[in-house]
């Protein structure tokens, strides 16, 4: 079974530029998360999907943070503008389930390291 | 606020030896409790995981114990080895938030030769 699919994986912006990363999930997988991984620290969650809907965006920055999931398969996570302390790794993982133990049983793909100068 | 709270930062074990991480949370509502480990350049991977009915849960070489009275929670790794070398994150969720992950600080584990 494949994992979780990210690319870019490293990526150098400027800041105030936009940068935009992409997540294809473990087919089948109907819950998909984006979290946010600063160096030194566990994982945040910025944003949590439930096939096209969102079930949890508290802690996603809207002003300059946008997300969405293509025909519940697919997602891309954007910044714009970008500012130095967004510099960090975005990890995007899934989980089969909706409800339950399936959806606490998180995969991880290998994340995108991105450096803001 | 840090929902919960992992020590040691960094950790250094002989080959052989057992490697002990504890976390402590405060919010009676979790639920779920995993571990995961994370290697560098790679995200983090589900090792273990417990429900708070349970008082410990072995696979293989790692434990978790589990105490919910203190609200703590540990991770053992018996025999440790050097391919045990990793970040390990504990966590935790909540039914109410649908799988929202919690996690804490992680710890920098070491396992010499």
């Known amino acids: 079974e494949a994992g979780v699919a990210q690319s870019p994986r490293y990526k150098i912006i400027e800041k105030r530029q936009s940068v935009a990363f992409w997540c294809n999930p473990i087919s089948g997988h109907a819950t998909l998360y984006w979290y946010q991984q600063i160096l030194g620290q566990g994982p945040k969650l910025l944003i949590q999907f439930q096939n096209n809907g969102v079930v949890d965006d508290s802690q996603l920055p809207k002003d300059r943070f946008s997300a969405e999931r293509l025909k519940g398969v697919d997602s891309t996570l954007k910044i714009q503008p970008a500012k130095l302390e967004d510099s960090a790794v975005y990890l995007c993982a899934s989980s089969s389930g909706t409800s339950g133990r399936l959806i606490y049983e998180q995969y991880f793909g290998p994340g995108t390291r991105l450096t803001v100068t | 606020q840090q929902q919960v709270k992992q020590s040691p930062q960094s950790l250094i074990v002989q080959k052989g030896g057992i490697s002990i991480i504890n976390c402590a949370y405060e919010n009676t509502a979790f639920d779920y409790f995993p571990w995961y480990q994370q290697f560098p350049g790679k995200g983090p991977a589900l090792l273990i995981a417990?429900?708070?009915?349970?008082s410990e849960k072995k696979e293989g070489r790692f434990t978790i114990s589990f105490n919910k009275s203190a609200k703590q929670f540990s991770l053992h790794i018996m025999d440790s080895q050097p391919g045990d070398s990793a970040t390990y994150f504990c966590?935790?969720?909540?039914?109410?938030?649908?799988?929202?992950?919690?996690f804490g600080r992680g710890t920098q584990l070491t396992v010499w030769p």
């Open positions: 417990i429900r708070p009915d349970v």
């Open positions: 966590a935790a969720a909540r039914g109410s938030t649908l799988g929202r992950l919690y």
